[in-house]
């Protein structure tokens, strides 16, 4: 395991660490939160939890989940009792952004239902302004998806349809990203209503205010992050 995993790792297990036995939790998607995932499963294969129960936030997640014996239920209007996840960037006010994963859509569908939200990642995610090295992904529909890119263009928003290959890349809910270059000075959440009001488009990966802690490892430790 490479450093930058192990404290991937490390970060996951102090979140997991909040869980107790009965709860329903958020299983977040990407390289960090797997960690959670497989910790949870562990913890369950132990005795230390029982009655946990997950809602996942992708189907990569979802099949983790199974693999590692931790139970899955569709996500429907009942309240989380807590989310666990990981994030591209971290600003000083706990202001997220994601979706480089490509599950955002579900994530934040999952994350503002639970009643707290955690944060887990490496210190390399910690950024002074949101866009200061991720692009900020924007879910869009398939259908006139170039329609909608040019009325993201218009805005002055920069970037690129997320193609990995011969296809563009398709999310878990069958809709294209758009990974938006940001300007230089903006406002999160007014830029944030500007796109949400967008036609074509589905959802952003801004998360804004929805944080309420992060556990950010670094070389030095695990450090414990609020808003300030």
């Known amino acids: 395991m490479s450093d930058l995993e192990a404290l991937k790792k490390e970060a996951a297990l102090r979140a997991v660490a909040l ?3 009965g709860m329903r939790v958020g299983l977040g998607t990407g390289s ?3 960690y959670a ?3 949870l499963g562990r913890k369950l294969a132990s005795g ?3 009655g946990i129960v997950g809602v996942a936030t992708s189907e990569a997640s979802d099949s983790l989940a199974r693999q590692v014996g931790v139970p899955v239920e569709p996500f429907d209007p009942r309240p989380l009792d807590l989310a666990i996840d990981g994030a591209d960037e971290i600003d000083p006010d706990l202001n997220l952004i994601k979706g480089l994963g490509g599950a955002l859509l579900r994530e934040k569908l999952t994350e503002v239902q639970a009643r707290r939200f955690v944060v887990i990642a490496d210190h390399t995610k910690l950024v002074t302004r949101l866009g200061e090295k991720a692009p900020l992904p924007v ?3 398939r259908f006139g998806f170039l329609s909608t890119i040019e009325r993201l263009r218009a805005q002055g928003l920069g970037g690129r349809l997320r193609q990995p290959g011969a296809q563009p890349y398709v999310t878990d809910n ?3 990203i758009f990974d938006a270059q940001l300007p ?3 406002e999160a959440a007014e830029l944030e209503r500007q796109l949400k009001g967008t036609l074509g488009v589905v959802e952003t990966g801004f998360f804004l205010g929805m944080a309420e802690r992060a556990f950010v490892a670094a070389p030095d430790g695990v450090r414990e992050v609020v808003p300030r």
């Open 19 to 21: 869980v107790q036995s």
């Open 184 to 186: 230089e000075h903006f």
């Open 37 to 39: 995932i497989e910790e």
């Open 32 to 34: 960090t939160a797997k």
């Open 139 to 141: 879910e869009i529909t």
């Open 48 to 50: 230390e939890l029982s």
């Open 174 to 176: 069958g809709n294209y």
